[in-house]
């Protein structure tokens, strides 16, 4: 008979202290040890694979396991599908492709890893670096064969990569691959249903996961537990539930600097329930504390807003970000987002990043439009730009005069910018200017999983029955994410988590 182990209520928008969270693990699920509770259950309904989450992990692995021949079935928490997914820029990393094969551009899957072992300063649980970097290729290759995605012919190169080597979706988002991944699972018969809301997991005296508790968000009376429903996965259950990033209560245990001060960039629904619902189970947690901060928000708007389609990428290059209180550079602007982050979280105040008029032509169409005296201003000369931000202008005019030499002798001396010999001269008015704070982005930290993609415990044996892909597995990325991995990330892990769990044994 199937026992339920582990704690009824669920964490809503938790104020959590620290030492509730780490003590989440102890409080029941799957440990014999410290089983609380058991009851007989009687399962609502059952599927073979229960998929947790409908970003790009959630999707990955449902369409795997469908294409394997399981019974499929996901569980969104929001009204919306899709998480972060559904919102973000849509630009995935991809080692030795096509695009650079054209433009003459000398890549690898090692000097990907290269690449996120040195943003993520050796942290990494490299095995899985290595997993995602060699599936780089055949991954993007599935988005075009399977899914349908379409793909823009230019690619872009974000802070941290050493070589040009993203893709990005033809949209500039990423809803132009989830909406191709979810219409590939309606084409394959896989219903996601939406405000239902994992709310525990069910393990049996074995501790092998048997399914889930879940919860309709509208009809939940935690009274009278209306409005629960029990779903059992005969193989395997995915938890693709993103990070939490917008859980201030949570993000604050790990990173007590975090406060509801700094302003983050993710969906409402980034708040870790997902992820805490594991760790009850014995999930081992690691790297919760490592929380990236996106080092080209504005504070001049909510969100991630327009801005870091300006300085994420054209104005990081064709441009330079200075100190306002010094008129100095403070960083390399093609730098990854942990240096860029700490460099202007060290001045106390925010940066100031400009282009030219040569510069601001390269910006993709319309965004300049958009953010026109909001968050960005126009300046004819370097003084009117000086004198707005109150930079002191002589200061400032020998910057960037520095920075031009710099550029004129292909070597940036003060802070390597790797692609300093594709830089053009800071000066042709008029200027464009934009004030840069750091927002929360992305949990870099998750629970345990192996190469299988296999939540692991306590005793860093399996968990039976669970996998983990995407935002909320953790180790992956280390002490920092490069821009444009994880998309990656969760289209590999969850892929193979999906075709993992198609092949558990299903179980009576
Ligand atoms: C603004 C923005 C821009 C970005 N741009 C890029 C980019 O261009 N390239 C890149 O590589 N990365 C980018 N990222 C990061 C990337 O988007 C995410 O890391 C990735 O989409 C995470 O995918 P996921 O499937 O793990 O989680 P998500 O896409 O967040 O999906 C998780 C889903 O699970 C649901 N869920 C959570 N808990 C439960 C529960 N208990 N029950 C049911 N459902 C639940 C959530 O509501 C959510 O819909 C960006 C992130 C943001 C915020």
Redesign the pocket.
């Known amino acids: 008979m199937a026992k339920e182990i582990g704690r009824r209520d669920?964490v809503k928008n938790m104020a959590l202290t620290g030492a509730a969270l780490a003590g989440a693990a102890a409080l029941g699920g799957c440990s014999q040890s410290s089983a609380s509770d058991s009851s007989s259950i009687k399962w609502d309904e059952e599927t073979d694979v229960l998929v947790?989450?409908?970003?790009?992990?959630?999707?990955?692995a449902a369409i795997e396991a469908a294409l394997a021949g399981a019974q499929v079935k996901v569980?969104?928490?929001?009204d919306?599908?899709?998480?972060?997914?559904?919102?973000?820029?849509?630009?995935?990393?991809v080692a030795e492709s096509p695009l650079q094969e054209k433009e003459g551009i000398q890549d690898s899957p090692e000097l990907l890893v290269e690449d996120m072992l040195k943003a993520g300063l050796g942290l990494n649980h490299v095995e899985k670096v290595r997993m995602i970097a060699e599936k780089s290729l055949e991954t993007l290759q599935w988005t075009m064969d399977v899914l349908k995605v379409e793909w823009s012919d230019q690619m872009m190169w974000?802070g941290g990569h050493s070589v040009m080597r993203?893709y990005?979706a033809a949209n500039n988002s990423?809803s132009g691959i989830?909406e191709p991944a979810l219409a590939k699972l309606k084409e394959l018969g896989v219903p996601v249903e939406t405000n239902?809301?994992?709310?525990r997991i069910i393990c049996d005296e074995n501790r092998r996961v048997q399914g889930?508790e879940?919860i309709d968000r509208y009809k939940f009376s935690s009274d009278s537990g209306s409005g629960s429903r029990y779903i059992k996965a005969r193989k395997a259950v995915v938890?693709?539930?993103?990070?939490f990033?917008a859980n201030v209560a949570l993000r604050t245990t790990q990173d007590p600097r975090l406060t509801e001060a700094i302003d983050?960039?993710?969906?409402p629904?980034?708040?870790?329930?997902?992820?805490l619902?594991a760790l009850k189970i014995d999930a081992l947690p690691v790297h919760l504390s490592w929380i990236q901060l996106?080092p080209w928000a504005s504070p001049d708007e909510k969100?991630?807003g327009l801005t870091?389609f300006f300085s994420t990428l054209e104005g990081a290059q064709w441009g330079i970000m200075v100190d306002p209180s010094t008129g100095k550079r403070i960083i390399n602007e093609m730098g990854d987002r942990k240096q860029k982050s700490d460099a202007i979280l060290a001045t106390g105040h925010a940066a100031v990043m400009f282009v030219d008029s040569v510069g601001i032509q390269t910006v993709q169409e319309g965004v300049v439009d958009k953010i026109l005296n909001k968050t960005m201003w126009e300046f004819d000369s370097l003084d009117e730009l000086a004198s707005h931000f109150e930079i002191p202008a002589d200061a400032l005019k020998q910057e960037v005069a520095r920075y031009n030499s710099f550029v004129a002798n292909g070597e940036d001396l003060d802070f390597h910018k790797q692609t300093i010999k594709m830089a053009t001269l800071i000066e042709k008015p008029p200027f464009y200017a934009v004030r840069l704070w750091p927002k929360v982005?992305?949990?870099m930290g998750g629970v345990m999983t192996d190469l299988e993609c296999k939540v692991m415990d306590f005793n860093l044996e399996i968990i039976k029955g669970l996998y983990a892909?995407?935002?909320?597995?953790g180790g992956t990325h280390g002490a920092c994410?490069v821009?444009?991995?994880?998309?990656?990330?969760?289209l590999v892990c969850?892929r193979v988590a999906g075709q993992n769990a198609a092949q558990e044994d299903a179980w009576a």
Request: proline share 3%.
């Open positions: 669920f947790i989450g409908s970003g790009f992990a959630g999707c990955a569980l969104e928490k929001m919306i599908t899709g998480g972060n997914s559904r919102i973000c820029g849509g630009a995935m990393a974000p993203t990005r990423g989830l239902m809301k994992m709310a889930v879940a938890l693709a539930g993103g990070g990033g983050c960039t993710n969906h629904g980034c708040t870790g329930d997902a992820l619902e996106g969100g991630f870091p982005h992305h949990c892909a995407g935002e909320i597995a994410r821009g444009s991995c994880a998309i990656l990330d969760s969850g």
